[in-house]
């Protein structure tokens, strides 16, 4: 099977598998999906492709849910993140790959450890808070394509319950995405390597959508999360080995 296939094929299951968990557990595409996408291809490529089917994830779950969104709430994250992501699109373009993975996986560990602990932080509490969370999800997102933590963090902090989170959630993580991609490009890849991760996107949407309906959504985030952990610790230790 030539290259292109195997890395299309490759590229394909980690996007479904990161679709299915997202439809389901509310979170996790880029948790699950950016360590694994790294593994395949060059870091700043596997982080762009995490962006840009993330940012499609969210807005096909944001389609039933968007009279729910809280735009007055929204405005200091959606504000800040736009002023940190070209930050973070830079220093990933300038770090060398193994110091990228390793931050990447350092990030992934330790947000996914903050989220399983429902970290209260005071500095994430009200409008500074707001603009504290989404300065950091913007950084994060760009450089390693994991910003959902941070607003996670945030809305824990600021009380909100999981109906309120999701529909904003997905707001979000559409805008900042769509930041994202603009600030560093698409990824390159091949066609079929496109075409597979977008029938991924939508098989994925439509599997974690069944299954959400089946699944408690506690234990369905918990299992989420500790494969995202898995996948930060990897990423690290291969970003050190290449160091």
């Known amino acids: 099977m030539p290259d292109t296939w195997t890395t299309a094929l490759a590229l394909g299951a980690i996007v479904l598998v990161g679709s299915s968990v997202q439809r389901m557990a509310g979170i996790g595409f880029a948790l699950v999906s950016a360590p694994a996408l790294v593994m395949v291809l060059p870091a700043t490529e596997g982080v762009a492709l995490s962006n840009c089917a993330a940012g499609v994830i969210s807005a096909i779950g944001l389609a039933g849910a968007w009279r729910q969104v809280r735009l007055r709430a929204m405005l200091p994250l959606v504000a800040a993140a736009a002023v940190t992501v070209p930050v973070g699109a830079w220093v990933a373009a300038r770090l060398p790959e193994p110091a990228l993975l390793v931050s990447m996986g350092v990030l ?4 996914v450890l903050l989220v399983l602990r429902g970290a ?3 500095a ?3 409008t500074g808070g707001a603009f504290t969370a989404g300065a950091a999800s913007g950084f994060m997102n760009a450089s390693a394509g994991v910003g959902g933590p941070a607003i996670s963090l945030y809305a824990v902090n600021a ?3 999981v109906r309120e989170f999701v529909p904003n959630a997905q707001f979000y993580g559409l805008l900042v995405n769509v ?5 560093k490009g698409l990824p390159h890849l091949a066609a079929p390597s496109w075409a597979l991760c977008g029938a991924a996107v939508l098989a994925g949407s439509a599997i974690g959508t069944v299954l959400a309906a089946r699944t408690p959504e506690g234990p369905a985030r918990r299992f989420v999360l500790l494969l995202a952990l ?3 610790v990897t990423t690290a230790v291969k ?3 290449g160091l």
Do not use: C, N, Q, Y
Request: cysteine-free; overall charge positive; charged content about 10%.
């Open 120 to 122: 209260r932080v005071p």
């Open 230 to 232: 898995a996948g930060g």
């Open 108 to 111: 992934v560990t330790a947000a």
């Open 179 to 183: 930041f994202s991609v603009t600030a």
């Open 124 to 126: 994430l509490r009200g």
């Open 159 to 161: 009380g909100w319950t």
């Open 239 to 241: 970003g050190m080995s």
